[in-house]
Protein backbone atom coordinates (compact mmCIF):
# COMPACT_ATOMS: atom_id res chain seq x y z
CA UNK A 1 0.00 0.00 0.00
CA UNK A 2 0.85 3.88 -0.48
CA UNK A 3 0.03 6.86 0.91
CA UNK A 4 0.76 9.94 0.24
CA UNK A 5 -1.51 12.53 2.25
CA UNK A 6 -1.15 11.56 5.62
CA UNK A 7 -1.50 14.47 8.37
CA UNK A 8 -0.49 14.80 12.02
CA UNK A 9 -1.12 16.43 15.15
CA UNK A 10 1.25 19.45 13.58
CA UNK A 11 -1.54 19.96 11.03
CA UNK A 12 -5.03 18.85 10.89
CA UNK A 13 -4.59 15.80 12.35
CA UNK A 14 -4.90 14.04 15.54
CA UNK A 15 -1.58 11.52 15.81
CA UNK A 16 1.54 12.88 16.92
CA UNK A 17 4.14 11.96 14.09
CA UNK A 18 6.18 9.30 16.62
CA UNK A 19 2.58 7.26 17.20
CA UNK A 20 2.24 7.47 13.07
CA UNK A 21 5.19 5.88 12.10
CA UNK A 22 4.81 3.67 14.27
CA UNK A 23 1.45 2.94 12.54
CA UNK A 24 3.20 3.13 9.00
CA UNK A 25 5.37 0.51 10.00
CA UNK A 26 2.68 -1.80 11.18
CA UNK A 27 0.98 -1.08 7.88
CA UNK A 28 4.14 -1.77 6.20
CA UNK A 29 3.24 1.17 3.88
CA UNK A 30 5.78 0.83 0.46
CA UNK A 31 5.34 4.82 -0.29
CA UNK A 32 4.38 7.85 2.07
CA UNK A 33 3.93 11.70 2.59
CA UNK A 34 3.53 13.74 5.54
CA UNK A 35 1.39 16.97 4.08
CA UNK A 36 0.61 19.18 7.26
CA UNK A 37 -0.73 22.24 6.02
CA UNK A 38 1.60 25.21 4.82
CA UNK A 39 4.96 23.64 6.97
CA UNK A 40 6.61 20.76 6.93
CA UNK A 41 7.67 20.83 10.56
CA UNK A 42 7.32 16.80 11.37
CA UNK A 43 9.78 15.95 8.85
CA UNK A 44 12.21 17.83 11.84
CA UNK A 45 11.40 14.66 14.05
CA UNK A 46 11.94 12.38 11.47
CA UNK A 47 15.10 10.56 10.62
CA UNK A 48 14.87 11.05 6.95
CA UNK A 49 17.76 8.06 6.21
CA UNK A 50 15.41 5.49 8.49
CA UNK A 51 12.92 5.95 5.77
CA UNK A 52 13.91 6.19 2.04
CA UNK A 53 10.51 5.41 1.66
CA UNK A 54 8.93 8.57 2.74
CA UNK A 55 8.33 11.30 -0.01
CA UNK A 56 9.48 14.94 1.17
CA UNK A 57 6.31 16.98 0.74
CA UNK A 58 3.91 20.02 1.94
CA UNK A 59 0.48 21.01 1.46
CA UNK A 60 -0.51 24.28 1.21
CA UNK A 61 -3.64 26.40 1.42
CA UNK A 62 -4.65 28.75 -1.48
CA UNK A 63 -7.78 30.09 -2.59
CA UNK A 64 -10.25 29.44 -6.01
CA UNK A 65 -13.69 30.59 -6.97
CA UNK A 66 -13.91 31.80 -3.14
CA UNK A 67 -12.69 28.69 -1.47
CA UNK A 68 -9.91 27.69 0.14
CA UNK A 69 -8.20 24.86 -1.62
CA UNK A 70 -5.24 22.47 -1.21
CA UNK A 71 -2.22 22.44 -3.23
CA UNK A 72 0.73 19.43 -2.80
CA UNK A 73 4.23 20.26 -3.21
CA UNK A 74 6.40 16.34 -3.83
CA UNK A 75 9.67 16.06 -3.90
CA UNK A 76 10.44 19.36 -2.10
CA UNK A 77 12.86 21.07 0.09
CA UNK A 78 11.40 20.59 3.79
CA UNK A 79 13.77 22.47 5.37
CA UNK A 80 13.39 25.37 2.84
CA UNK A 81 9.70 25.35 3.58
CA UNK A 82 9.63 25.46 6.95
CA UNK A 83 12.00 28.59 6.92
CA UNK A 84 9.60 30.40 4.79
CA UNK A 85 6.62 29.47 6.94
CA UNK A 86 8.55 30.48 10.02
CA UNK A 87 9.24 33.64 8.65
CA UNK A 88 5.28 34.29 7.13
CA UNK A 89 3.58 32.76 9.98
CA UNK A 90 5.20 33.55 13.40
CA UNK A 91 3.63 32.36 16.62
CA UNK A 92 2.03 35.76 17.25
CA UNK A 93 0.55 36.28 13.99
CA UNK A 94 -1.09 33.26 14.47
CA UNK A 95 -2.45 33.67 17.94
CA UNK A 96 -3.84 36.92 15.87
CA UNK A 97 -5.41 35.16 13.15
CA UNK A 98 -6.87 32.20 14.90
CA UNK A 99 -8.53 34.70 17.80
CA UNK A 100 -9.65 36.89 15.35
CA UNK A 101 -11.29 34.04 13.06
CA UNK A 102 -12.68 32.12 16.46
CA UNK A 103 -14.55 35.56 17.88
CA UNK A 104 -15.92 35.99 14.30
CA UNK A 105 -17.45 32.25 14.40
CA UNK A 106 -18.51 33.10 17.96
CA UNK A 107 -20.81 35.72 17.07
CA UNK A 108 -22.09 34.08 14.08
CA UNK A 109 -22.77 31.49 15.76
CA UNK A 110 -24.21 32.98 19.04
CA UNK A 111 -26.87 34.73 16.69
CA UNK A 112 -27.53 31.13 15.49
CA UNK A 113 -28.65 29.93 19.08
CA UNK A 114 -25.26 28.69 19.74
CA UNK A 115 -23.03 29.92 22.43
CA UNK A 116 -18.99 29.21 22.46
CA UNK A 117 -16.89 28.87 25.52
CA UNK A 118 -13.15 29.96 24.86
CA UNK A 119 -11.39 29.85 27.95
CA UNK A 120 -9.67 26.77 27.37
CA UNK A 121 -8.78 26.92 23.69
CA UNK A 122 -5.32 27.78 22.14
CA UNK A 123 -4.59 29.26 19.08
CA UNK A 124 -1.00 27.82 18.44
CA UNK A 125 -1.41 26.70 14.68
CA UNK A 126 -3.91 27.46 11.29
CA UNK A 127 -7.67 26.62 11.30
CA UNK A 128 -7.27 25.10 15.40
CA UNK A 129 -9.69 27.64 16.33
CA UNK A 130 -12.46 26.54 13.87
CA UNK A 131 -11.87 22.57 14.97
CA UNK A 132 -11.94 23.74 18.64
CA UNK A 133 -15.62 25.00 17.97
CA UNK A 134 -16.60 22.10 16.14
CA UNK A 135 -15.82 19.70 19.03
CA UNK A 136 -17.96 21.96 21.61
CA UNK A 137 -20.73 22.55 19.26
CA UNK A 138 -21.24 18.59 19.71
CA UNK A 139 -20.45 18.37 23.29
CA UNK A 140 -23.25 21.36 24.18
CA UNK A 141 -25.50 20.62 21.18
CA UNK A 142 -25.73 16.73 20.15
CA UNK A 143 -28.12 17.92 17.18
CA UNK A 144 -25.73 20.55 15.27
CA UNK A 145 -25.81 19.10 11.72
CA UNK A 146 -22.66 18.77 11.62
CA UNK A 147 -20.05 16.19 13.02
CA UNK A 148 -16.50 16.74 12.53
CA UNK A 149 -14.01 19.26 10.79
CA UNK A 150 -14.21 17.99 7.47
CA UNK A 151 -17.73 18.70 7.10
CA UNK A 152 -17.80 22.19 8.81
CA UNK A 153 -15.38 23.04 7.25
CA UNK A 154 -16.72 22.54 3.50
CA UNK A 155 -20.64 24.07 4.35
CA UNK A 156 -19.67 26.49 6.89
CA UNK A 157 -16.37 28.64 6.87
CA UNK A 158 -14.81 27.55 3.46
CA UNK A 159 -18.93 28.33 1.87
CA UNK A 160 -19.26 31.71 0.26
CA UNK A 161 -22.96 31.71 1.22
CA UNK A 162 -22.43 30.73 4.81
CA UNK A 163 -23.13 33.08 7.24
CA UNK A 164 -19.65 31.30 8.84
CA UNK A 165 -17.71 31.99 5.54
CA UNK A 166 -13.97 33.06 6.74
CA UNK A 167 -12.73 35.26 4.05
CA UNK A 168 -9.40 34.55 4.49
CA UNK A 169 -7.52 35.86 1.38
CA UNK A 170 -4.98 37.94 2.61
CA UNK A 171 -3.72 34.91 4.86
CA UNK A 172 -3.10 32.56 2.33
CA UNK A 173 -0.67 33.19 -0.66
CA UNK A 174 -2.84 33.14 -3.89
CA UNK A 175 -2.31 29.96 -6.51
CA UNK A 176 0.07 31.53 -8.77
CA UNK A 177 1.84 32.30 -5.69
CA UNK A 178 2.04 28.28 -4.41
CA UNK A 179 2.94 27.37 -7.67
CA UNK A 180 6.01 29.30 -7.62
CA UNK A 181 6.95 28.55 -4.00
CA UNK A 182 6.99 24.83 -4.92
CA UNK A 183 8.82 25.03 -7.53
CA UNK A 184 11.13 26.91 -6.32
CA UNK A 185 12.26 24.65 -3.69
CA UNK A 186 12.77 21.59 -5.95
CA UNK A 187 8.88 20.23 -5.70
CA UNK A 188 6.23 18.78 -8.36
CA UNK A 189 2.74 20.53 -7.86
CA UNK A 190 -0.05 18.24 -7.44
CA UNK A 191 -3.97 19.83 -7.00
CA UNK A 192 -4.61 17.67 -4.23
CA UNK A 193 -8.69 16.08 -3.71
CA UNK A 194 -10.63 18.14 -6.39
CA UNK A 195 -13.86 16.42 -5.30
CA UNK A 196 -13.39 17.68 -1.69
CA UNK A 197 -14.23 21.34 -1.78
CA UNK A 198 -18.15 20.81 -2.23
CA UNK A 199 -17.74 22.98 -5.73
CA UNK A 200 -17.62 22.39 -9.78
CA UNK A 201 -15.26 20.54 -10.16
CA UNK A 202 -15.18 20.98 -13.97
CA UNK A 203 -14.15 24.51 -13.65
CA UNK A 204 -11.56 23.45 -11.02
CA UNK A 205 -9.74 20.59 -13.11
CA UNK A 206 -10.26 23.17 -16.40
CA UNK A 207 -7.64 25.99 -13.97
CA UNK A 208 -6.10 22.72 -13.22
CA UNK A 209 -4.87 22.36 -16.83
CA UNK A 210 -4.65 25.99 -17.68
CA UNK A 211 -2.09 26.33 -14.91
CA UNK A 212 -0.18 23.36 -15.78
CA UNK A 213 -0.05 21.31 -12.86
CA UNK A 214 2.73 18.56 -12.81
CA UNK A 215 0.22 16.11 -11.07
CA UNK A 216 -3.42 15.45 -9.48
CA UNK A 217 -4.58 13.60 -6.35
CA UNK A 218 -6.25 10.62 -8.56
CA UNK A 219 -6.85 8.14 -5.58
CA UNK A 220 -8.24 9.64 -2.22
CA UNK A 221 -10.86 9.04 0.57
CA UNK A 222 -13.47 12.18 -1.10
CA UNK A 223 -13.30 10.42 -4.48
CA UNK A 224 -15.88 7.36 -5.67
CA UNK A 225 -13.56 4.65 -7.83
CA UNK A 226 -15.61 5.89 -10.40
CA UNK A 227 -14.64 9.88 -10.20
CA UNK A 228 -11.23 8.44 -9.41
CA UNK A 229 -10.89 6.59 -12.66
CA UNK A 230 -12.28 9.75 -14.49
CA UNK A 231 -9.03 11.88 -12.76
CA UNK A 232 -6.94 8.71 -13.78
CA UNK A 233 -7.93 9.42 -17.28
CA UNK A 234 -7.72 13.15 -17.37
CA UNK A 235 -4.10 12.34 -16.14
CA UNK A 236 -3.13 10.39 -18.84
CA UNK A 237 -5.03 12.28 -21.60
CA UNK A 238 -2.81 15.38 -20.19
CA UNK A 239 0.43 13.56 -19.56
CA UNK A 240 0.53 14.83 -16.10
CA UNK A 241 1.53 12.38 -12.73
CA UNK A 242 -1.03 11.04 -10.18
CA UNK A 243 -0.86 10.87 -6.57
CA UNK A 244 -2.74 8.97 -4.38
CA UNK A 245 -3.40 9.54 -0.64
CA UNK A 246 -6.30 8.01 2.11
CA UNK A 247 -6.43 12.09 3.72
CA UNK A 248 -5.42 10.15 6.60
CA UNK A 249 -5.60 12.67 10.33
CA UNK A 250 -5.91 9.62 13.46
CA UNK A 251 -7.74 6.42 14.12
CA UNK A 252 -10.65 8.07 15.42
CA UNK A 253 -11.88 9.62 12.00
CA UNK A 254 -12.97 6.53 10.37
CA UNK A 255 -10.71 7.50 7.52
CA UNK A 256 -8.22 4.35 7.57
CA UNK A 257 -4.53 4.35 6.74
CA UNK A 258 -2.75 3.29 3.22
CA UNK A 259 -4.31 3.48 -0.38
CA UNK A 260 -4.28 0.25 -1.95
CA UNK A 261 -5.00 -0.02 -6.14
CA UNK A 262 -4.57 -2.87 -8.58
CA UNK A 263 -0.77 -3.13 -9.16
CA UNK A 264 -1.82 -2.72 -13.17
CA UNK A 265 -2.65 0.63 -12.38
CA UNK A 266 0.32 1.35 -10.30
CA UNK A 267 2.27 0.43 -13.53
CA UNK A 268 0.81 3.24 -15.73
CA UNK A 269 3.80 5.98 -16.90
CA UNK A 270 1.89 8.48 -14.37
CA UNK A 271 2.65 6.69 -11.11
CA UNK A 272 6.59 6.03 -12.16
CA UNK A 273 7.76 9.17 -10.76
CA UNK A 274 6.70 7.35 -7.31
CA UNK A 275 8.75 3.81 -8.04
CA UNK A 276 11.62 5.82 -10.13
CA UNK A 277 12.93 7.91 -7.00
CA UNK A 278 16.29 7.94 -8.32
CA UNK A 279 14.79 9.45 -11.75
CA UNK A 280 12.63 11.51 -9.93
CA UNK A 281 15.25 13.37 -7.73
CA UNK A 282 17.30 13.67 -10.03
Known amino acids: MIDLHI ?9 SIFRLLESIDEKELEYFSIVDVN ?5 RLIDLEAYPNIIP ?27 WYEAKYPIEKIEEIEKERTNFLRKQLFKQGYEIFVDDFRYDKLGVGASQIIDQLNVNYPDYKYKNARDFKNYETNNPKSDLYLEDKNIYLEIDQVIELIRAHGGKVFLAHPFEYRMDVTE ?61 LLKLDCFKWIFERGIAND
Open 57 to 83: AARFNTFFNGRMIDLIGYDIDVEAINA
Open 39 to 43: HALAY
Open 204 to 264: LLEMFVQKDFDGLEVFHASASQVKSMRLLELCKMTNKLASLGSGFVGNDQHIPLGVYIDNE
Open 7 to 15: QTLLGDGDM
